[in-house]
């Protein structure tokens, strides 16, 4: 944004400032993920810039906790990323499919005490993490499912839902009604409606629920604290007691592939946003 | 004319009226089925354990339920005097079963915390109750140890009576009820719950504070910036946004450490001697720095959504009205974008204010809040009854911003992404 030449000096000092604050704010948000990326990359095993990497020389770099975090012994990240994405997966799956029904049921202009509903389905977001672990914590203890992957799975389902039935109401605001008329007017049955007209319309909601849901599991390290066993630790609650114990450059290694990850997963989400919008019509 | 012609009928013969009213409670029984499975199993796995969660914080059944002989036969005493010889025999063969279960110690811990030194006195209690003989058992009680003829122990023992407690809730904020049923505070050193209350706010307010200062100037730019040099700077916010919690805070342990490039900075810059490094982790200020910068895209986010929608042309037209820019912002510009300042810093504050991991890694123990004293006990003293006093305390000032929140943006505007 360039500024038009007749503006007055002092005025022109202020936006230069202002864009300085702003410049500053970005680089505080995005630099600390930086640092990871090449101390990931260090020879040595202190979590400081040697010499030799300030030289950039390449002996100072090396892929040995990369090779320790896949062949090392006693190593826990294996099982702990197996269990993390047989959690997130099964987990997003239920939080789909439970969050776009109860979506699709709160849409409807039929549906009664919408409010009230609404408030329960996205408690789970608004109460701090550490009561939703405790409350989980007690019912997980008494139905015997505290320590096991169902358990966990069902927990991250509590966590994942309010996101899909968040995403999935925001896509259905849009919705044409009078096309699923149409359709069973046509004499499509409601089944067929929902599969073919419905569906395809709300897919990029869905997906991007279903993304929310998927982070929210593989990220979540609060509740999966009280209620995992040695059996179903995760990639969080590994590095947990990476952090808490001793921070070794193993962590970082693991960190720079979540935060490739977390790439992934934003380019997915910007694109089916950018094609929800399109579908929706709605234009910026 | 009868007035039945004067309905409308459906081709089925039935009025229109009644048809119609059945088709709406036929459409709002679908509508209640789909939501119903989430409904349900989020009422089954969440809201009731929640509510568990209150039945467990006043529990008090332990004692009740380890003399129940001794509380039947204390319902006539009043308490003034020393109880009768009912109350001394009821005692008494509650507490032989409790030896013989080896449950005696619970009662004993239990009973100390109404009255200090009560312990010992039930241990002896336990070692010369097997000489007992039958009949008379108050003199025989009295004899092991002369505390028993102080009437405040037994008065100690009736006030377990009631199966439920509000203690928990009391010791959360540092009171517990005294002798004389009193309401008092706790000796002024072991007052840590209301320093931790305190610094949860504190710590809340502040990072909500700082996340506003700094999310206001970048929502702006992002919002007023063309769309190609946005949508650029955009992932500066969302990248954050999507990476997991603890690699940012492990990003942050690594920065802030002694030897840190944080430190490294100040040194470079001669603000601080190389040999007198500040700590700036595991104490408030790791807190703040970290829990600020993780918190920032829940600000940024909705601030931007309301900012995109102001036009630039009502600043333009403030400007050409004859007011300076600062006016124009300030009268203008400003008051368009409270409901995203509304929406922005409750979320942030909320989230804020049950903060648990970033402050157990880099909190050290001045930076840890109420919920790491609420993990404490889960964990550790496994004061289950405790953690959910607290937790619930916490839950409803949480619920309370809540409220405040959906009166002024409504759950509805949640934006995200």
């Not at chain 1, 509740?223 to 590994?238: K, S």
Request: proline share 5%; glycine share 6%.
């Amino acid at each position: 944004m360039a500024l038009p030449k007749y503006t007055e000096p002092h005025y022109r000092i202020w936006h230069y400032f202002y864009l300085l604050i702003c410049g500053c704010v970005f680089f505080f948000l995005i630099a600390p993920l930086f640092v990871i990326f090449p101390l990931s990359f260090n020879a040595e095993e202190f979590l400081v810039f040697s010499d030799g990497m300030k030289r950039l020389d390449p002996d100072a770099f090396s892929l040995r906790w990369y090779k320790d975090m896949i062949y090392g012994t006693k190593n826990p990240w294996g099982l702990a990323a197996r269990n993390s994405f047989i959690i997130a997966i099964f987990a997003t799956l239920g939080s789909i499919i439970l969050g776009t029904l109860a979506a699709l049921g709160l849409s409807s202009r039929h549906m009664p005490y919408k409010g009230l509903i609404m408030a329960i389905l996205i408690s789970p977001m608004i109460v701090p993490l550490i009561i939703s672990g405790v409350a989980i914590f007690f019912f997980m203890a008494k139905v015997g499912l505290a320590a096991t992957h169902l358990g966990i799975i069902l927990a991250h389902i509590i966590l994942g839902t309010p996101f899909v039935v968040i995403t999935v109401t925001a896509t259905l605001s849009g919705f044409d009604h009078s096309i699923t008329r149409a359709a069973s007017s046509l004499g499509s049955s409601p089944y067929n409606t929902f599969m073919k007209i419905t569906l395809p319309l709300i897919l990029p909601g869905v997906i991007s629920g279903g993304l929310f849901a998927f982070v929210t599991s593989f990220d979540e390290v609060v509740v999966v604290l009280f209620l995992a066993g040695l059996d179903n630790t995760t990639i969080p609650i590994q590095m947990w007691t990476g952090l808490r114990e001793q921070l070794s450059p193993t962590i970082l290694a693991v960190a720079t592939c979540l935060i490739i990850l977390s790439v992934l997963i934003l380019l997915t989400a910007e694109l089916l946003r950018r094609r929800s919008e399109r579908l929706r019509g709605i234009n910026r | 004319m009868s007035s039945e012609t004067g309905k409308i009928l459906t081709t089925d013969g039935i009025p229109l009226e009644e048809s119609l009213k059945q088709a709406e409670k036929k459409n709002k029984i679908k509508a209640f089925l789909l939501v119903a499975p989430l409904l349900l199993f989020l009422i089954i796995t969440y809201m009731i354990p929640i509510g568990d969660m209150f039945s467990r914080s006043i529990d008090d059944k332990m004692v009740t339920n380890m003399l129940p002989k001794t509380y039947k036969a204390m319902e006539n005493w009043d308490g003034k005097e020393l109880p009768p010889e009912e109350v001394f025999e009821a005692f008494y063969l509650d507490y032989k079963i409790l030896v013989k279960n080896k449950t005696a110690g619970k009662l004993q811990t239990q009973l100390n915390y109404e009255k200090n030194g009560f312990k010992s006195v039930l241990k002896k209690l336990a070692r010369k109750q097997k000489k007992f003989e039958e009949g008379n058992y108050k003199e025989q009680i009295m004899k092991v140890h002369k505390r028993w003829r102080n009437v405040e122990y037994w008065r100690a023992i009736k006030r377990r009576a009631p199966s439920y407690t509000y203690s928990k809730y009391l010791k959360g904020v540092d009171m517990y009820s005294n002798e004389d049923g009193k309401i008092v505070q706790v000796s002024e050193d072991r007052r840590i719950h209301r320093i931790l209350w305190i610094r949860t706010v504190e710590v809340a307010f502040f990072v909500t504070l700082f996340c506003f200062l700094m999310a206001y100037p970048i929502a702006h730019l992002l919002a007023t910036l063309p769309m190609k040099y946005s949508n650029l700077l955009m992932i500066c916010v969302l990248l954050p946004f999507w990476t997991s919690l603890l690699v940012r805070t492990a990003s942050w342990m690594i920065l802030l450490q002694q030897q840190g490039i944080v430190n490294d900075f100040f040194v470079w810059t001669g603000l601080v001697a190389d040999d007198n490094r500040p700590e700036m982790m595991y104490n408030k200020t790791g807190t703040y720095v970290a829990m600020t910068q993780i918190l920032l895209p829940f600000m940024v986010l909705p601030l931007y959504s309301v900012m995109k929608t102001i036009s630039p042309s009502l600043m333009r037209a403030g400007k050409s009205l004859g007011a300076t820019p600062a006016v124009a912002f300030f009268k203008v510009y400003f008051p368009l974008t409270i409901p995203g300042i509304g929406a922005g810093c409750l979320l942030v504050f909320i989230l804020a204010i049950g903060y648990y991991i970033t402050p157990a890694l880099v909190g050290g123990a001045s930076g840890t809040l109420i919920s790491n004293q609420i993990a404490y006990h889960m964990k550790s003293t496994l004061d289950w009854s405790f953690a959910s006093a607290m937790g619930l305390m916490l839950l409803t000032g949480v619920l309370a911003i809540y409220w405040i929140y959906n009166k002024l943006v409504g759950v509805d505007n949640i934006k995200l992404g």
